[in-house]
T-cell receptor, first 112, second 113 residues
Framework: KNQVEQSPQSLIILEGKNCTLQ??????????LRWYKQDTGRGPVSLTI?????NTKSNGRYTATLDADTKQSSLHITASQLSDSASYIC???????????FGKGNQVVVIP | NAGVTQTPKFRVLKTGQSMTLLCAQD?????MYWYRQDPGMGLRLIHY???????AKGEVPDGYNVSRLKKQNFLLGLESAAPSQTSVYFC????????????FGQGTRLTVV
């Protein structure tokens, strides 16, 4: 079973609308959680990092939240733009384990 | 600032052929990684390196070999390509341990026929 589950798998939204992507994880002990954006044909690029003590963090129109108790994170995109069309990947790391756990990604398509 | 550069960007191999994918980073990062990305699956770690001259197996190492002779370069080799190795390969590097930000290359799309 994958240690990082993302939902929805894909969604289509109208330009200018908001959307929220979900990430649930079972990785333990938790170190940090990153959201990456992967444009088609490109490598992933880090958007935000959340550590255990952080509940929310923003990067422009992207806002990530973390609930370490329930092991859930969300990425909220405000006033979506066509350039937001991409896959958003949740990546969780743990202490003492030289590995990262990758989600399968949320595929977002923004249409005009 | 080039960051992480992968060569080649595309390649088609016949079953049984060999090839080497090159990854170069100019950020003086200690850690380097090779991942593969397949449809419907998350990125999976093939091999990684925690410093010059070191390599370690990831979760899907079979059929691949790696070398890190220089700190800035990480090579991924396929000795005898198989159709199951058709994938998009990403190289990444990070400053320190795996829980620090990873910087990815643009990917290599490999097709084995």
């Amino acid at each position: 079973k994958n240690q990082v589950e993302q939902s929805p798998q894909s969604l289509i939204i109208l330009e200018g609308k908001n959307c929220t992507l979900q990430c649930n994880y079972t990785v333990s002990p938790f170190s940090n959680l990153r959201w990456y954006k992967q444009d088609t044909g490109r490598g992933p690029v880090s958007l935000t990092i959340m550590t255990f003590s952080e509940n929310t963090k923003s990067n422009g129109r992207y806002t990530a939240t973390l609930d370490a108790d329930t092991k859930q994170s969300s990425l909220h995109i405000t006033a979506s733009q066509l350039s937001d069309s991409a896959s958003y990947i949740c990546v969780v790391s743990s202490y003492g384990n030289n590995r990262l756990a990758f989600g399968k990604g949320n595929q977002v398509v923004v249409i005009p | 600032n080039a960051g992480v550069t992968q060569t080649p960007k595309f390649r088609v191999l016949k079953t049984g052929q060999s090839m080497t994918l090159l990854c170069a980073q100019d950020m003086n990062h200690e850690y380097m990684y090779w991942y593969r990305q397949d449809p419907g699956m998350g990125l999976r770690l093939i091999h990684y390196s925690v410093g010059e001259g070191t390599t370690a197996k990831g979760e899907v190492p079979d059929g691949y070999n790696v070398s890190r002779l220089k700190k800035q370069n990480f090579l991924l080799g396929l000795e005898s390509a198989a159709p199951s190795q058709t994938s998009v390969y990403f190289c990444a590097s990070s400053r320190q341990a795996m829980n620090t930000e990873a910087f990815f290359g643009q990917g290599t799309r490999l097709t084995v026929v």
